[in-house]
């Protein structure tokens, strides 16, 4: 029976299945108790602001916005090479982009994130230019957060152009910016326990909330100051200051943070995390009440699940891509510098190749 049973699972396996056990056991279910009394807490300081999603008042019409890059990307003896995709999707639109990329610094999970933030704002702001809608969404935060807190603001510079850009004219037409945060691992309900939450929002959200419930947290500028500071402690002052700093460039202060779930059943239950910039005046709840009624079976409106299967792409295209980039350059150089070409163009770890012996 032992030997059937380390033929069935392996060694490694087995030391794995150990380990779920002991952390389910231990680390998770210490937790949970946690949870279910934060909760209780959560669902009795919220009962004035959590909400009933009844119909919207108004017929919106929306435009997402995705990117994506190839993972796991090229490591190439001179840098790292990787395929942005992104694009748009509304009732009048649809495109799909692509920027080929390489790096030769030391975080490329970095570069290739901000890049892909400044491509998607700078598309935002081409489609406002010649087309009309209500909402725009974006898949993930309107600011990216660590811009907020960042020690040296001149690496976001670009992104903060990009963003100031693409506020003004939205501004001008009439229209609101929301953030659907897929990777909801804040704990900003922290500012409501008035200690540091046991989990993140998301599932404390998808907790206390029912269906066809929605709750806001108020706009960052109320609240943000206060949750740094019982989640930061020491270093809260000083992030504090920072996003004072950065509300003078951006609107940040101005973004209403609100969690709501669905009337229709959801896989797993969970509540959506959003982010709204009310440039429209339309009102968030008027806005909740729209991103509700279009959401699907995974908690996200339509418009996000249907252009984040847009823009998904295999990453067998980098190989292509490689060969490619060592192409052009061969045919630019000179016989000495072609073997060189050849080293530049080689994988940094030859197990990667598909085009091993």
């Known amino acids: ?111 290739v994130w901000k890049r892909s933030i400044e491509l998607e704002r700078e598309l935002a702001t081409e489609i406002l230019e010649k087309v009309d809608t209500d909402l725009l969404i974006f898949d993930g935060n309107i600011f990216p957060f660590p811009m907020v807190y960042a020690r040296e603001w001149g690496e976001w510079v670009s992104v903060a152009d990009k963003m100031r850009s693409l506020i003004s004219l939205a501004e001008k037409k009439g229209v609101s910016l929301v953030g659907v945060v897929k990777r909801a691992r804040s704990r900003y309900l922290s500012y409501v326990l008035g200690r540091e939450a046991p989990t ?66 959801t896989q797993y239950d969970s509540a959506t995390k959003v982010e709204i910039l009310d440039l429209s005046r339309v009102g968030a709840d008027e806005i909740v009440k729209a991103l509700a009624g279009m959401s699907t079976d995974t908690g996200f409106p339509v418009v996000i699940d249907w252009i984040d299967e847009i823009v998904r792409n295999e990453h067998r295209v980098l190989a292509f891509l490689r060969d490619l980039l060592e192409k052009e350059l061969m045919n630019t150089c000179s016989n000495e510098e072609k073997e060189i070409i050849i080293k530049l163009c080689g994988f940094m770890n030859p197990q990667k190749s598909p085009f091993r012996f």
């Not at 909760?39 to 009844?54: A, C, F, Q, V, W």
């Open 200 to 265: 993140n929002d998301k599932l404390l959200a998808s907790i206390i909330l029912e269906n066809g419930e929605y709750v806001s947290l108020g706009r960052f500028g109320d609240f943000l100051p206060d949750y740094l500071k019982i989640v930061h402690k020491d270093k809260g002052e000083d992030y504090i200051r920072r996003f004072k700093e950065r509300c003078k460039e951006l609107p940040l202060d101005e973004v209403e943070l609100v969690f709501y779930k669905t009337k229709k059943p």
């Open 1 to 111: 029976m032992e030997d059937l049973e380390l033929f069935i699972y392996p060694p490694a396996f087995l030391g794995a299945i150990g380990g779920v056990k002991k952390v389910a056991r231990s680390e998770i279910r210490e937790k949970v108790g946690e949870i279910v009394k934060a909760s209780r807490e959560l669902r009795e300081n919220l009962r004035d602001k959590i909400k009933t999603i009844g119909k919207s008042s108004k017929s919106f019409s929306c435009i997402g916005i995705d990117s994506t890059w190839t993972s796991p990307h090229l490591e190439l003896l001179y840098g790292d090479c990787a395929l942005i995709l992104y694009g748009c999707l509304g009732s009048e639109i649809r495109e799909v982009r692509a920027e080929p990329v390489v790096y030769t610094g030391d975080d490329f999970s970095s570069f």
